[in-house]
């Protein structure tokens, strides 16, 4: 090992107070990582609440247009079978 391997990179609380340091540096940054870590916990769950809604919306919205979809093709079952056809006439001919 060499003059600047044979220092840890990674010093402990100890090796800190040895330096001159102090045990007070050590304890800013712990806060410092506390304070960024309730700050991004609060930010996690503002995201999580517009989200949330921003889901019922989408879900309810799906639930509306199925519905009126399956009332279409109830009322017309060719015109739902030409359509169904077509798309996938399409579809297979963009796709070769």
Same mark, same amino acid.
């Given at each position: ?7 840890? @990179?990674? @010093?402990?609380?100890?090796?800190? #107070?040895?330096?001159?340091? #102090?045990?007070?540096? *050590? ?12 700050? !991004? ?5 503002? *995201?999580?609440?517009?989200? #949330? ?7 309810? *919205? ?14 017309? @079952? *060719? ?15 963009? !796709?070769?």
């Amino acid at each position: 090992m060499n003059a600047e391997t044979a220092t840890t @990179p990674f @010093p402990t609380s100890a090796e800190q #107070g040895q330096s001159g340091t #102090g045990a007070n540096g *050590l304890n800013g940054d712990v806060n410092r990582v506390r304070k960024v870590a309730q700050t !991004l916990h609060e930010a996690v769950d503002t *995201l999580e609440q517009k989200i #949330g809604k921003s889901s019922d919306k989408v879900m309810s *919205l799906q639930q509306e247009y199925g519905d009126m979809a399956r009332e279409q093709v109830r009322a017309n @079952p *060719l015109a739902a079978l030409g359509v169904a056809f077509a798309a996938g006439y399409v579809i297979a001919k963009i !796709l070769r």
